[in-house]
C-alpha cells in the first residue's frame, strides 16, 4: 500500500509542476513534413525533397505530401521524380475518378515542360481510368490530330491517325454536345483527310491510264477512284454539318454574352 500510495504521490508531484508523467513521441511523418516546409520557404528544394520523402516513408498515405515532393521535383526540373510522386496517390486509392486525376496532373506538367510524347502516356492512363474525362479525350483528338498533319498545311495526312482523331473528337461531342473546340478540331481533320482522298483520286486517275492495257490493274484504280470520290463527298457533307453547328454554338455564345453585360 505504502509503494502505491508514494507512486500516487509522485504523479501528482509531476502534475503540480507542469510536467507529465510520460511525453507522447512526436510523429516522424509531421516532424519531417514540417522540415520539408522549411527548406521550400527558403527555396532549398533537394533538402524539401528529401524531407518530404522521409514523411511519406513514415505516412505514404498523405496525398498533399506526394503534391510537396512533386513541386520540389519540379523545381530542380525533375521531371520524372515529380511524375512519380503525383501518382502514387492513384495507386493508394480505388476511385478510377481520382486516379485519372492524379494522371492529368502529371500530364499538365508535362505540358508545361512541352514533353508532348510523356503527357500523351498520361493522358491515355487518364483516359483508361476514367473514359468519361472529356480533357484527357479532348487532348488525345489533338495528340492524333497532330500526328495525323492536321496541325500543319506542309505535314503530309496520315489517315490512321486522322480517323483516330475523328474518333476522339466524337467521343468528346457525346460527352459534351456543347463542346465548341471539339466540332472545329473534327473539322480540321476531317479537312486534312479530304487532302488524303484527293490525293488517292489523283492517283487513281493516274493508274487508270497508266495500266489501261491491264484490265486487272485498270479496274483497281477505277475501284479506288469511286471510294475516294465517295468519301470526299461524305466529308464535305460531314463538314457542312460541323459548320452549321460551330455557327450555332458561336451564335449562342455571343447570346449569353449580350445576356450577361
Aim: hydrophobic share 40%; proline share 4%.
Amino acid at each position: 500500500m505504502r509503494v502505491l500510495r508514494d507512486g500516487l504521490l509522485f504523479s501528482l508531484f509531476l502534475l503540480s509542476i507542469g510536467l507529465p508523467a510520460c511525453s507522447k513521441p512526436e510523429d516522424p511523418a509531421a516532424v519531417h513534413r514540417a522540415l520539408g516546409n522549411e527548406h521550400a520557404r527558403k527555396a532549398e528544394w533537394g533538402a524539401a525533397a528529401n524531407e518530404y520523402g522521409l514523411s511519406l516513408q513514415a505516412n505514404p498515405r498523405d496525398r498533399k505530401v506526394w503534391e510537396l515532393k512533386a513541386n520540389a521535383h519540379m523545381r530542380l526540373g525533375q521531371l520524372r521524380e515529380a511524375a512519380e510522386s503525383l501518382t502514387r496517390p492513384a495507386e493508394l486509392t480505388s476511385d478510377p475518378s481520382a486516379k485519372a486525376e492524379a494522371y492529368r496532373l502529371v500530364a499538365s506538367m508535362y505540358i508545361e515542360n512541352k514533353e508532348l510524347d510523356e503527357a500523351e502516356k498520361a493522358f491515355a492512363q487518364a483516359f483508361k481510368f476514367d473514359p468519361r474525362d472529356e480533357l484527357s479525350v479532348s487532348w488525345l483528338g489533338e495528340f492524333a490530330s497532330a500526328r495525323g498533319g492536321a496541325r500543319s498545311m506542309a505535314d503530309p495526312p496520315d489517315p490512321i491517325w486522322l480517323e483516330k482523331a475523328i474518333a476522339y473528337y466524337d467521343r468528346v461531342i457525346s460527352l459534351n454536345p456543347d463542346n465548341l473546340f471539339a466540332y472545329v478540331n473534327k473539322r480540321i481533320a476531317i479537312t486534312k483527310y479530304i487532302v488524303f482522298e484527293e490525293q488517292e483520286k489523283a492517283l487513281a486517275d493516274r493508274l487508270i491510264v497508266l495500266e489501261r492495257r491491264d484490265a486487272f490493274k485498270a479496274a483497281a484504280a477505277r475501284t479506288r477512284l469511286t471510294e475516294a470520290t465517295a468519301r470526299i463527298d461524305e466529308f464535305e457533307k460531314e463538314n457542312e454539318k460541323l459548320s452549321k453547328k460551330i455557327k450555332e454554338l458561336l451564335a449562342a455564345q455571343k447570346a449569353q454574352k449580350r445576356g450577361t453585360s
